[in-house]
């Protein structure tokens, strides 16, 4: 077989695994979704089931061959090219992933599709003990996931390298280490400041038919395409993206609370706007096609959700059809209030809900946590003490129940321990992304005041 | 290997490939339900690829070797034992798909996926000529199905076989000859009555929310449990069957029928009730836990839709509740007068709205139409005159557009050719098994107006 062959070979068969893996996403999609409770049993076979077929035909002896022919060839003598920058990551997932007993894998699935459900439960009823057991089997698993791949200084660094290719945790420890003096400068100045936005505007009663049709019509002007994709209602949001073209953003609404299904909405299409944006779609399937972190995705979301959609400019041009649309509850209120209340900073309970300014801190917290759970230095069972003893440290508010704390994010469930660094990392990119964006496109900002994101898209 | 491994080989295959399937089943479902536009594509090749895969495992020649060993042991002695109904349904499905090659399974459901989006735009625009190009291709699919599995008398056995096992065309023919002219009759006598209902009724304005509240209450009603499953809304109404538990109704509703919304629903969640039904779940993914033909399963659709849900008991229960709802829109109408509009009998368009008595002549339409499509004498580009012509030969009024004639059902989209005949099949199943349901429990029409259908069930 010549190395042009041994390439194609790949490329179909990593085509393949993404073709079942973009299946996988639309049973999870479904599962976040619409899953009714008794069925999740099975949606845990379902999705274990792909997790083992994928695995084995990407951990095939063939494929280290073909990679093998490719990487000594002269495809992948410039660095930059198509098969060197594909074959470079598949050799690096490659040598992960042999490493994983496709038992283990399915374990692993079929674990965290049950402690989903049971997250689920546990928050709803606020009680830790009943996720627990669980979480326990989940950090094992991360834990024996890390041992079996192997690490050279903490096994944190392997489960941090699945979302941001390279990064080490010792760097993220750093930065984070450079950024917190200043955020919690910030804040305090904020706190301190005599001028206090009204955020009671955003806390009236505000109609979910109404607010829906509001979001979906921000999103549409951001550049979401409704012809490929859609958006749907969970207790979680986010962005799925079932293949080429087919992005499912969940989001939710609140009666009370006008904020929450605005920036959700802004948050996830920044997700689907960066998966729309691979515009050729002959790379879909290949790491040419693909994000190269999560942190890079996150940047996008963070740039449509704070940058843009918390700017003056963005709520010059849609606070007045918000304000058609919500007659009563906004008469009198003014653009700097809205503006305001939309930018109103303060220490809360939710990560999801948190100001620009104190979701760091959230970050950190759990960076913290995560990487104490990993190393063996905090038990299961002393999560929410530790939760609640640091959140008030941090935060200067005691949690009043775990539903407000420990449990409220889906993401150990998931078994995804080293992720959430990708979010205050994509904070930090999306910063530089803008910086340079206004560098690049003169006068970005008055495009927003006319609804126009095109030139930043 | 001994025949107790043997058998246990197969269940354990058998049930990998029943977990494919019914992720097969979620991509399906979402199809139906929610897929935009431009995903359909991507969707084709997520269904080949379940499909090819579970055909591969399926027809595997260890299935065979496995198969043969029960075949001749005493595992299969006592026919009626659990080995010996799995493997005698096992056999007859492995020598039938052993004969279509890979690549015609692949290409089915790629062909079959792009029709079901070209079918719904062509309906849309209701232009044949649309979908006609690609119908050529599933009847010219159709038929290579039918020549490669291989048949004695004609090649719409085989297709027939799919969905009714062990059932003939010659036979069906037979059934639909001696019911045609007492259909006719009947429906005859009930057009020169002089007592007709005032159909009126359910014309008017009914709010879709509350309709929909309605609805799922009549399913509630009936027995479906809303942890194991869920309604949501489509084109086409039908139940899908996710996994063990994971029952998916699709349903519609129109602002000026408030038939259609009740129906569809009563009908559906028949199918529904059946498949939670299979209460041994441990037989899932096996014949024994399956449906013995859809004839059967129709059946029950059609005993909850037409004789429990158009009965006069029903409504003496439900049609009170309905009138709190739509206090306006009912106001002056008795039961006697909602009963009869809702067994109001006269020739129609779409089958699917089609009276309990008219609809068996919607059927044997499509019988003639498609058997002779697979046959040869019938040519797709004819289609729409042919139908035209017999509509009107045999419902006596004039076919106005496609959408309300031969492009009305998504079937031939799918390339199910041979599944339309089970319907009829399923009335006439329904009929016999309410007759001996009325001898076997006394008084069970009672029963039904005091909204109690436990025993039924």
Same mark, same amino acid.
């Given at each position: 077989m010549t190395p042009p062959e041994s390439y194609n070979k790949l490329k179909e068969r990593m085509k393949e695994i993404a073709t079942l893996q973009s299946t996988g996403a639309v049973l999870y999609w479904d599962q976040e979704a619409?899953?009714?409770?008794?069925a999740f049993d099975h949606r845990g076979d379902q999705l274990a089931q792909l997790e083992r077929l994928g695995h084995e035909w990407f951990t095939d002896p063939l494929v280290n061959d073909w990679l093998a022919a490719v990487e000594e060839?002269?495809?992948?003598?410039?660095?930059?090219?198509e098969a060197a920058v594909n074959v470079r990551e598949w050799r690096r997932l490659y040598d992960r992933e042999v490493k994983l007993p496709t038992e283990f894998v399915e374990d692993f699935t079929r674990t965290t599709t049950k402690a989903s459900q049971v997250w689920a439960e546990a928050r709803q009823k606020s009680d830790f003990s009943i996720f627990a057991p669980l979480l326990e089997k989940i950090v094992e698993l991360c834990r024996r996931k890390a041992d079996l791949i192997g690490? &050279?200084?903490? %096994?944190y660094d392997v489960l941090l390298d699945e979302y &941001?290719?390279? %990064?080490k945790t010792a760097e993220v420890e750093q930065v984070f280490k450079a950024l917190r003096p200043e955020l919690v400068e910030l804040i305090g100045k904020i706190a301190a400041a005599p001028r206090k936005p009204d955020i009671g505007i955003l806390r009236k009663q505000y109609d979910i038919g109404k607010q829906r049709l509001f979001a979906e019509s921000l999103g549409a002007a951001q550049g979401l395409d409704f012809q490929q994709g859609r958006v749907d209602e969970s207790t979680h949001p986010s962005c799925n993206a079932l293949g080429p073209f087919g992005i499912r953003i969940l989001t939710r609404y609140y009666l009370d609370d006008l904020h929450e299904g605005i920036t959700s909405m802004t948050h996830e299409v920044g997700h689907g706007l960066y998966d729309f944006g691979?515009?050729?779609?002959?790379?879909?399937?290949?790491p040419m096609g693909e994000t190269a972190s999560l942190a890079i995705h996150e940047s996008l979301s963070r740039l449509w959700e704070?940058?843009?959609?918390?700017s003056r400019e963005y709520w010059s041009y849609f606070f007045p059809q918000l304000q058609r649309i919500f007659r009563e509850e906004l008469a009198g209120v003014g653009l700097d209030d809205f503006y305001g209340a939309m930018n109103y900073v303060t220490p809360s309970y939710i990560r999801v809900q948190a100001d620009e300014a104190t979701y760091n801190l959230h970050i950190m917290l759990r960076f913290e946590l995560e990487r104490a759970m990993i190393r063996g230095d905090l038990k299961v069972k002393d999560i929410p003490g530790e939760w609640n003893r640091r959140f008030e440290d941090y935060f200067g508010i005691e949690v009043d129940n775990d539903a407000n704390?420990?449990?409220?994010?889906?993401h150990w469930a998931h078994g995804i321990?080293?992720?959430?660094p990708t979010y205050t990392l994509g904070n930090l990119c999306a910063a530089q992304f803008w910086s340079q964006a206004q560098l690049d496109l003169p006068d970005l900002l008055d495009d927003f005041s006319r609804g126009n994101f095109n030139r930043l898209l």
């Amino acid at each position: 077989m010549t190395p042009p062959e041994s390439y194609n070979k790949l490329k179909e068969r990593m085509k393949e695994i993404a073709t079942l893996q973009s299946t996988g996403a639309v049973l999870y999609w479904d599962q976040e979704a619409y899953l009714p409770k008794r069925a999740f049993d099975h949606r845990g076979d379902q999705l274990a089931q792909l997790e083992r077929l994928g695995h084995e035909w990407f951990t095939d002896p063939l494929v280290n061959d073909w990679l093998a022919a490719v990487e000594e060839s002269d495809l992948a003598k410039d660095k930059e090219s198509e098969a060197a920058v594909n074959v470079r990551e598949w050799r690096r997932l490659y040598d992960r992933e042999v490493k994983l007993p496709t038992e283990f894998v399915e374990d692993f699935t079929r674990t965290t599709t049950k402690a989903s459900q049971v997250w689920a439960e546990a928050r709803q009823k606020s009680d830790f003990s009943i996720f627990a057991p669980l979480l326990e089997k989940i950090v094992e698993l991360c834990r024996r996931k890390a041992d079996l791949i192997g690490f &050279e200084t903490e %096994a944190y660094d392997v489960l941090l390298d699945e979302y &941001e290719p390279g %990064a080490k945790t010792a760097e993220v420890e750093q930065v984070f280490k450079a950024l917190r003096p200043e955020l919690v400068e910030l804040i305090g100045k904020i706190a301190a400041a005599p001028r206090k936005p009204d955020i009671g505007i955003l806390r009236k009663q505000y109609d979910i038919g109404k607010q829906r049709l509001f979001a979906e019509s921000l999103g549409a002007a951001q550049g979401l395409d409704f012809q490929q994709g859609r958006v749907d209602e969970s207790t979680h949001p986010s962005c799925n993206a079932l293949g080429p073209f087919g992005i499912r953003i969940l989001t939710r609404y609140y009666l009370d609370d006008l904020h929450e299904g605005i920036t959700s909405m802004t948050h996830e299409v920044g997700h689907g706007l960066y998966d729309f944006g691979h515009q050729d779609k002959s790379h879909w399937g290949t790491p040419m096609g693909e994000t190269a972190s999560l942190a890079i995705h996150e940047s996008l979301s963070r740039l449509w959700e704070n940058i843009v959609g918390r700017s003056r400019e963005y709520w010059s041009y849609f606070f007045p059809q918000l304000q058609r649309i919500f007659r009563e509850e906004l008469a009198g209120v003014g653009l700097d209030d809205f503006y305001g209340a939309m930018n109103y900073v303060t220490p809360s309970y939710i990560r999801v809900q948190a100001d620009e300014a104190t979701y760091n801190l959230h970050i950190m917290l759990r960076f913290e946590l995560e990487r104490a759970m990993i190393r063996g230095d905090l038990k299961v069972k002393d999560i929410p003490g530790e939760w609640n003893r640091r959140f008030e440290d941090y935060f200067g508010i005691e949690v009043d129940n775990d539903a407000n704390g420990c449990l409220q994010d889906v993401h150990w469930a998931h078994g995804i321990h080293g992720y959430f660094p990708t979010y205050t990392l994509g904070n930090l990119c999306a910063a530089q992304f803008w910086s340079q964006a206004q560098l690049d496109l003169p006068d970005l900002l008055d495009d927003f005041s006319r609804g126009n994101f095109n030139r930043l898209l």
